[in-house]
């Protein structure tokens, strides 16, 4: 008599209690079956899909990967970094790969002294000579498994990465000190990371010192929706002491925890690519650039293109400066060869030729012209019509605001406008004014900068120039919520904006057969534009309106005139010109 099969749709990963309540089973069962099968996991955690796969092949199930899972993730971008390396890859030559871990943390919380601690546990478990050569990324190892750390703590690192299209990082650690609890760069770390989609665990540092209170840590942590497993909750919380060395190693189980729920794998046979983490000129050695191999295996001799640098690699050194001939997943790696700089986050690959690696090259430097002079910039008036092209999902969106008080009722606000069709995302939600933090965000996740009686710093202007970052100051709640109502229903008219050009001052006026009254002026700030608009002023009184129809400069006709240099300007049908008059010159965007 054959027993009957059914088949059990599951996602990637899966916690106990749903995967329970699936089959109907008792997930103290589930658990006892985990056991049995070597893998010890609580209720509220995750498990992989052939873990789960194994669980429930033993209560007469088939378990299948959820085809819209994966489908939905590709088009929503929550993709992770080494997924879409793998896309290619046989499934059958996949292996487990060391995770690869990035610590981020408010200032003073004790980042540094982590990884230091980190360090000297490597070092005390009898590996000989330490870390001879700071490469920006190490590996330690921990119940015969290796983890690799990326050695550049910060937010701000990590997020330029991904601005730049790398992830870097496979799982982010987040150091609380539990004296001084979250803090705003927590805040913002987390924002970083959840925008990032990476999983988190949370190392609760200072645990030895006096004040310390690890319960109202928790309690903050849970407020901001990481909610501690030991409440419940799926966020794994570990407590350690940097200083005196303690919870280290509860911490590196944790990440392998976390790596192993995660089902983190690689192809060592297959296509070679990876990140390039940092990258400096060294007068004898020539570039030096540190690599992180996140697929296939790096050799010396290989042709290497990493951004817009290519070069065939002499000599490749591990995180302790050791030659090594070759490099497998998730190992950084120091390597010279390179003909220029490749910045951090650039993604690396190997080519069979200097050819191939030339011609790649070119073209990259053809397509980064091309995007300087076209980068769209995501702003509200265009998020339906994207949204209608399949170009967006939602509106993502960081809120700046002076208060608290004000800070509040405009997230509540803005998460009842999300409920509609298109989906609002509120990445980062803060007091102060906007800087280059947020920009940064702002445009590694695709996101609108919304600022509530704030400023932009001048340095946050003009990155998010450079990046197309839209910025949108507000004094007025209702304004926000309707200018933001009418961009998700597609009604949002265009905003009109002045840009200054450049100011002069007429130093005398004189008669031009052609041109009637003519102001021969000299340039006090930026430039004037021929074609441009133009104000003139006379004292506090605006006596013109209009185009700036002629610029001439020396007797030539010319498009523009700089600060420092002296012109003739003539006004369409204008002639009241007088000495000491100001001039502004501005186009409307």
């Not at 290619?88 to 004790?110: F, M, Q, W, Y």
């Not at 204008?574 to 010159?585: H, K, S, T």
Request: glycine share 10%; aromatic share 4%; proline share 3%.
């Amino acid at each position: 008599m054959s027993t009957t099969i059914t088949k059990l749709e599951l996602p990637a990963n899966i916690v106990i209690r749903d995967l329970a309540l699936k089959i109907e089973k008792s997930p103290i069962d589930l658990i006892k079956k985990l056991m049995s099968n070597g893998v010890m996991a609580t209720i509220n955690q995750s498990v992989d899909f052939d873990t789960a796969a194994i669980v429930v092949g033993e209560y007469g199930f088939e378990a299948v990967l959820e085809a819209s899972e994966d489908s939905t993730k590709e088009e929503a971008g929550e993709v992770p970094l080494w997924r879409q390396m793998i896309a290619g890859e046989n499934v059958s030559l996949l292996k487990a790969r060391p995770p690869v871990v990035t610590i981020l943390g408010h200032v003073d919380h004790g980042k540094t002294s982590l990884l230091d601690a980190i360090r000297q546990t490597e070092v005390a478990a009898g590996e000989a000579g330490g870390i001879t050569q700071h490469i920006g990324a190490y590996q330690v190892e921990k119940k015969g498994r290796l983890i690799t750390f990326l050695d550049t703590p910060g937010h701000a690192a990590f997020t330029q990465m991904r601005a730049r299209g790398a992830q870097g990082a496979d799982i982010v650690v987040l150091v609380v000190a539990a004296d001084d609890g979250v803090m705003p760069q927590t805040r913002e770390a987390i924002a970083h990371a959840k925008a990032a989609r990476v999983p988190l665990l949370v190392a609760l540092n200072k645990v030895d010192k006096a004040n310390a209170n690890p319960d109202r840590v928790k309690q903050q942590l849970a407020e901001l929706e990481l909610v501690p497993d030991e409440w419940g909750g799926n966020t794994m919380v570990v407590a350690v002491s940097a200083k005196q060395n303690k919870g280290i190693d509860d911490l590196l189980e944790g990440i392998l925890l976390v790596a192993d729920s995660n089902g983190i794998k690689a192809n060592p046979g297959g296509k070679v690519i990876g990140t390039v983490i940092e990258a400096e000129l060294d007068k004898a050695k020539g570039v030096m650039a540190t690599l992180l191999v996140q697929n296939g295996t790096l050799e010396a001799g290989d042709i290497v293109v990493a951004g817009t640098s290519y070069g065939k690699l002499r000599a490749i050194t591990d995180h302790k400066g050791k030659p090594i001939k070759k490099a497998g997943p998730s190992t950084p790696v120091a390597v010279m060869g390179l003909s220029g700089m490749p910045s951090a986050g650039d993604i690396f690959q190997v080519v069979k030729s200097e050819k191939e690696a030339r011609s790649i090259v070119a073209e990259r430097t053809d397509a980064a012209k091309t995007l300087s002079q076209t980068k769209k910039k995501v702003s509200l008036e265009d998020l339906f019509a994207n949204v209608q092209a399949g170009e967006a999902k939602g509106l993502n969106l960081i809120i700046k605001a002076d208060v608290q008080g004000s800070l509040d009722p405009i997230v509540n606000e803005l998460n009842k406008l999300g409920e509609g069709e298109i989906g609002l995302h509120i990445l980062h939600a803060e007091t102060g004014n906007i800087g280059n933090n947020d920009v940064m965000l702002a445009s590694a996740s695709k996101a609108i900068i919304i600022g509530f009686n704030v400023q932009a710093d001048v340095d946050g202007r003009r990155l998010a120039e450079k990046e197309g970052v839209d910025i949108r100051l507000y004094e007025i709640i209702y304004r926000m919520t309707e200018d933001i109502e009418k961009a998700l229903n597609g009604m949002l008219e265009p905003k009109l904006v002045e840009r200054v050009l450049g100011r002069a001052q007429v130093l005398v006026a004189f008669a031009a057969s052609k041109f009637g009254k003519v102001a021969g002026c000299k340039v006090t700030e930026g430039e004037l534009r021929r074609g441009a608009r133009v104000r003139l002023y006379r004292g506090a009184d605006m006596v013109y309106e209009g185009d700036l129809s002629s610029l001439r400069h020396e007797k030539e006709d010319v498009k523009e005139i700089r600060q420092g240099f002296e012109c003739g300007v003539g006004f369409k049908s204008f002639n009241d010109i007088e000495p000491g008059d100001q001039l502004v010159c501005y186009i409307v965007e």
